[in-house]
């Protein structure tokens, strides 16, 4: 066991020096990519929340999906650290950085106690803090460009 640990130590550690010395920053494109990546991800994991309750989807899912949801909601503050202006965002994003990273916090932290509820409590006990959690379209209002049709 030590000795294949050993083996895999020293591997990692040739592959790292066969990395390059500096990490290349990320292009615009995959900034912005990343994003709605991780945008894309609350979108599945708010229908899914909604599936479980409508009884389109097992209801014991609930709780996991609470719980990703929290995860990918702490996920989005970071993916839009970098100004990067363009895909869907208005550039009021950047602009208006303090209200726009509280409006992220805010969610992340409603999700992470809405997960944290339904862990204890089930889906019951956590659906009367649905609405104030998911602050999806609140946000999108003011900092979404208007979907094109
Ligand atoms: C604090 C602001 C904020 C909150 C909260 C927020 N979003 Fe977003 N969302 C954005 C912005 C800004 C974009 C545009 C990103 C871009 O294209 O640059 C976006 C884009 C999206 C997209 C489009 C992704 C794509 O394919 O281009 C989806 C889907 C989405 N959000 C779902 C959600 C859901 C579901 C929630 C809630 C559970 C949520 N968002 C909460 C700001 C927010």
């Not at 599945?44 to 909601?73: C, D, M, R």
Request: charged share 20%; hydrophobic share 45%; with cysteine.
């Amino acid at each position: 066991m030590t000795r294949l640990l050993q083996f895999a130590a020293g591997l990692a550690f040739a592959a790292a020096l066969t990395l390059p010395a500096i990490v290349r920053a990320s292009e615009p494109d995959d900034v912005i990519e990343y994003r709605k990546n991780i945008m894309k991800t609350l979108g599945a994991q708010a229908a899914a929340l909604n599936a479980t309750l409508q009884g389109k989807a097992p209801a014991e899912s609930f709780t996991l999906h609470a719980q990703v949801l929290a995860i990918a909601a702490s996920e989005a503050l970071i993916a839009f650290t970098p100004k990067v202006e363009g895909g869907d965002s208005k550039p009021e994003v950047w602009a208006k950085w303090d209200d726009f990273s509280k409006k992220m916090k805010e969610f992340a932290a409603n999700t992470a106690d809405l997960a944290k509820t339904a862990e204890a409590g089930g889906a019951a006990a956590a659906q009367p803090k649905m609405q104030g959690a998911l602050t999806c379209k609140g946000c999108h209002d003011t900092y979404r460009q208007p979907l094109k049709k």
